[in-house]
C-alpha cells in the first residue's frame, strides 16, 4: 500500500528493515554514503540507484538507513568495492557521491 500522495506505479517494493543480505559467504559490509535527508534522499531514491548499478541484486541488500546527512546500506561483502566504485560517479539529490566503509558500531 503506498502512503498518501505516492504512486506505487513502476517501483517495486523495498523492505529496508530486513537485513538480510545475502551472499556466498554470508559476510556482508555496511557502506556510508555522504546524502540524507536533508539532501531530499529516501531510501527508496537509494535502493534504486544501487540497484540501477548492477553491481547487487535487490534480494542481497540488507538494511538501510537514511539519516540527516548521510546513508548506511548493507551489502554483500564480495560486492562491496565494485559497488563503491560505480557509485563513486553518481549524482544523488543533486550531491556527487563519497561512498565509503562505515565504522563499526559499538
Known sequence: EPRE???SEGRERFDSRRSNASSSTGQTLELMLNVGKQNGISK???LRLIIDS????KHELG???VIDRQTFVVVPAHRADHLMKALAAKRL???KLQVSHAQQRA
Do not use: E, I, P
Not at 548492477?54 to 541484486?57: A, D, E, K, M, S
Open 63 to 65: 538494511k538501510v538507513r
Open 93 to 95: 539529490g543533486g550531491t
Open 54 to 57: 548492477n553491481q547487487v541484486r
Open 44 to 46: 527508496y531514491d537509494v
Open 5 to 7: 500522495g505516492r504512486s
